[in-house]
């Protein structure tokens, strides 16, 4: 079954992979289907990388399916729709994030929620009902059913708006879902990388208060110089968890935790007032030590949230393009990706990598 279907009604398309958990990417070449009556086919212009592609490449989460091509904040023009497609037409700008497929039918399809239907279907290192593989956006083309798609609006530009798919989202969504939104509050913003710089910059635009609290020192200046954070915490030395040489203790209402590293939650949860919340995005490689006690003692909340549906993320580039809000990238070729990954590793990068596909990716 999965080998006629891997050759038949297939197109030759080219990237970078990764075939086995040294992560190191090089040029392959692979399939994808051909446009069917329900697809809109890509040309990728611009990928951004996300810290999970990093996970993947490594096998970090255990779970890679090699060869992988990663790649889940995709932008590009369509040069190809399906008869059934009425969402878009050729030469549309249309960005495509960590989903291109759900069972449409169950509850969490229903209420727009594709990103947590059971048989999701992502971007990259997963596997599709007809048992062909997928494979992301480090590539030159991708086609991808209509109800994946995302319009980008005319203002916002494709490479830097690219991480929204992704880095966006992730923040968005969960600021809307646990009322994180609510003007002059005060939102923490844990992990000053390619997540928390986007959350800084979508808080500020919702009215709130916006401290970043990382263990960089170092990124006290651009946090409130050139993302607009109203003032910054050191996390790990308890004697500069303080704002304005005040306290920070028991002062926030909201924290959203962008952390990838294993790290101590005990400390965020202190920062938290009473009924405060904190929301974690990032996803460490090993298991976080939950403390009951400031839960219970002071009525606080812990949850999680995973990217957004497409109706949401749909919503979330449209208030990025209202407020001019991008990421902040640094513009790199197919080439240069092993260096960048190495570098993101290191969290050297301000703040996300972007891959120039269009002007760098040839056989």
């Known amino acids: 079954m999965a080998k006629s279907a891997e050759k038949e009604n297939q197109q030759e398309a080219f990237g970078w992979a990764a075939t086995d958990n040294s992560g190191i990417l090089s040029p392959f070449n692979f399939s994808r289907r051909e446009n069917g009556d329900d697809d809109v086919t890509l040309k990728i212009l611009y990928c951004g990388v996300c810290h999970s592609d990093l996970h993947t490449l490594r096998n970090e989460w255990g779970f890679t399916f090699y060869p992988v091509v990663p790649g889940h904040e995709i932008s590009g023009v369509v040069t190809k729709v399906g008869k059934n497609v009425t969402k878009f037409n050729i030469g549309d700008r249309v960005g495509v994030g960590v989903l291109v497929g759900s069972c449409k039918t169950c509850e969490c399809c229903e209420q727009d929620l594709e990103n947590y239907c059971p048989r999701i279907i992502f971007t990259y290192n997963s596997y ?184 949401e993320t749909q919503e979330m580039l449209d208030f990025c393009a209202k407020h001019n809000i991008t990421a902040d990238i640094e513009l790199i070729r197919i080439e240069e990706i092993n260096t960048a990954m ?8 301000r703040y996300r990598f972007v891959i120039d596909v269009a002007n760098s990716l040839s056989q």
């Open 128 to 311: 599709n009902p007809d048992g062909t593989k997928n494979y992301g956006g480090y590539s030159d083309m991708i086609v991808v059913d209509q109800r994946y798609v995302l319009r980008f609006p005319d203002n916002l530009p494709l490479d830097a708006g690219a991480p929204l798919l992704c880095a966006g989202i992730t923040v968005y969504s969960p600021m809307k879902y646990y009322g994180m939104t609510e003007a002059g509050k005060h939102l923490g913003v844990a992990g000053l990388g390619g997540l928390g710089h986007v959350a800084v910059k979508i808080g500020k635009a919702f009215g709130l208060k916006v401290t970043v609290i990382s263990s960089s020192p170092q990124k006290e200046s651009e946090a409130i110089n050139r993302l607009g954070a109203d003032s910054f915490l050191v996390s790990n030395d308890p004697a500069k968890m303080k704002v304005h040489k005040k306290s920070a203790i028991g002062t926030m209402d909201y924290i959203i935790d962008t952390v990838s590293a294993v790290h101590p939650l005990l400390p965020l949860l202190s920062l938290l007032k009473v009924n405060g919340k904190l929301v974690t995005v990032g996803l460490p490689n090993k298991p976080l030590e939950l403390p009951v006690f400031p839960l219970v003692m002071g009525r606080k909340l812990i949850g999680g949230s995973d990217v957004g549906g497409m109706k």
């Open 342 to 349: 190495e570098r993101l590793a290191k969290s050297d990068v």
